[in-house]
């Protein structure tokens, strides 16, 4: 009795603390974000394929279908069909570097500049469906293994507090491969669950504007829970060495058991990232401006990462100290 009544609950994971230490953690390794910054200043003035009349093609033929089918919605589609003339126009699809589950963060891929202070870039124009397809598997690839290999020396720094690039190489191919499996599950869950998505859709354009709001609201909410207990997925790639099926369980299982506390976290990590992209997006992309924001977002986006793995690595020692807690009282 007495021994249990010493017994006191570990702290749970302390948010603030994991974020200060991410960003000590990169301060201390400052050239880790080059990774987003190159990729950042390619996107910018390097070269652009574009999908323009492909995407003109498909949307055109998609509206008239709608317009056949009612014409009463052509003053409708009007502003939508000029919103996708606009994509199409400044779409580029090397922004499939920055890939996901895992990929190196971008600033510019969320404003897709169509000029640049030296004028405008090179582009190629991809006409064909298929090769679309393609080129945007091989671009996604690429950015998934750079990725793999960004979440990695930045896992090093946040964790070990310093970058083994002989480990983090021995590691890449093995865990570029478990990525890739991871994000062709949640390719296929979203390929799935869009079914869903493309009845919202059709009730967004045939059952009212408010309806239609609601039940996008709706599934949107429904996207992000399903979701967001793969989180930490990449984090026990990397960390633990742990294959995608073990990783996802555990990623699942920290979720589960410390919801308020990694959904505060998660939040947290959102808003400090989008609230200073606005800042950061300020100049325009032909203003030199840019730049700051460039270099502002990399550093930010980086630490933010590394505090990631503070906190995963925090979470998974709260959760078996709580486990070896239990057991003592259980004697």
């Not at 949307?59 to 008239?64: E, G, H, K, V």
């Not at 091989?138 to 310093?162: H, K, N």
């Not at 021995?170 to 296929?188: K, N, T, V």
């Not at 709001?213 to 996207?223: D, H, K, S």
Request: proline share 5%.
């Amino acid at each position: 009795m007495n021994r249990n009544s010493q017994l006191t609950l570990p702290p749970a994971p302390n948010l603030i603390g994991a974020i200060r230490s991410g960003f000590d953690a990169i301060a201390n390794h400052i050239l880790l974000i080059l990774f987003p910054l190159v990729l950042d200043l390619f996107l910018w003035f390097g070269p652009r394929v574009r999908l323009t009349e492909l995407i003109r093609s498909i949307s055109d033929q998609l509206f008239r279908i709608y317009t056949l089918q009612d014409p009463g919605m052509t003053e409708l589609i009007t502003p939508i069909q000029a919103a996708w003339s606009e994509i199409a126009k400044q779409f580029n699809l090397l922004t499939a570097l920055r890939s996901y589950p895992v990929g190196v963060t971008s600033l510019i891929v969320s404003q897709m500049p169509f000029e640049t202070p030296l004028g405008l870039p090179i582009s190629w124009e991809i006409n064909s469906l298929g090769r679309a397809f393609i080129a945007w598997v091989l671009i996604s690839l690429l950015g998934i293994s750079l990725g793999t290999l960004y979440f990695t020396v930045v896992g090093q720094a946040a964790i070990r507090g310093e970058v083994s690039w002989r480990q983090a190489f021995g590691l890449w191919p093995w865990a570029s491969l478990q990525m890739f499996y991871l994000a062709l599950i949640l390719a296929l869950v979203l390929i799935f669950v869009s079914i869903p998505g493309s009845i919202i859709l059709s009730l967004i354009a045939f059952g009212g504007f408010s309806f239609g709001q609601c039940l996008l609201l709706l599934y949107v909410g429904f996207i992000f829970w399903l979701f967001l207990p793969l989180v930490f997925s990449p984090h026990g790639i990397v960390l633990n060495r742990n294959n995608i099926i073990k990783s996802i369980k555990v990623s699942v299982d920290l979720l589960r058991k410390t919801l308020p506390t990694t959904l505060l976290f998660i939040l947290a990590i959102f808003m400090l990232s989008k609230g200073l992209d606005f800042l950061w997006l300020v100049p325009r992309g032909t203003s030199w401006l840019l730049l700051i924001g460039i270099l502002g977002h990399a550093f930010v986006t980086t630490s933010l990462l590394a505090s990631s793995f503070v906190y995963y690595r925090d979470a998974l020692n709260w959760i078996q100290e709580m486990v070896r807690v239990r057991n003592v009282t259980t004697v």
